[in-house]
């Protein structure tokens, strides 16, 4: 049995409607920070669960209620959520963490170190500068964690 997460960051108040196909039938969303606007969550709400933090542009009253990061339990598996992976505080070995989900850079990035992932969703909202549109896939069964990115928009 798989569990699929979406991974998703950085949107910046923008919902592409090629993001909400992709995250169609995923079992859980994560946004890693830069929400933009409540609306966002509310809109990935009808497609899955969703756990979100706060991203550096995420202000006012709206965004309060969501923390700078989470640590939240998914398929038996430990996943660390913070925006920016720089701020990192924890030793994820030392806490059993499988997963750290980051934003912030606009950069798609997966990489396996001492036995975590760290995954990089990239930006799904609006382009910056010449880094690609992005959002992440992450499927867990009992022996695997698979992440995988996908690119929403070509101009």
Known sequence: MTFRIGVISDTHGLLRPEAARCLAGVDHIIHGGDIGRPEIITALRFIAPVTAIRGNVDSGGWAL????????????????????????????????????VSGHSHVPRMETVDGVLYLNPGSAGPRRFNLPVTLATVDITRDSIEPSILSLASG
Do not use: C, M, N, S
Not at 67 to 82: N, P, Q, S, W
């Open 65 to 100: 209620p969501y923390a700078e990061t989470e640590l939240v339990a998914l398929a038996g598996r430990a996943i660390y959520v913070l925006h920016d992976l720089k701020t990192l505080q924890i030793d994820p070995v030392a806490q059993g963490i499988d997963l750290i």
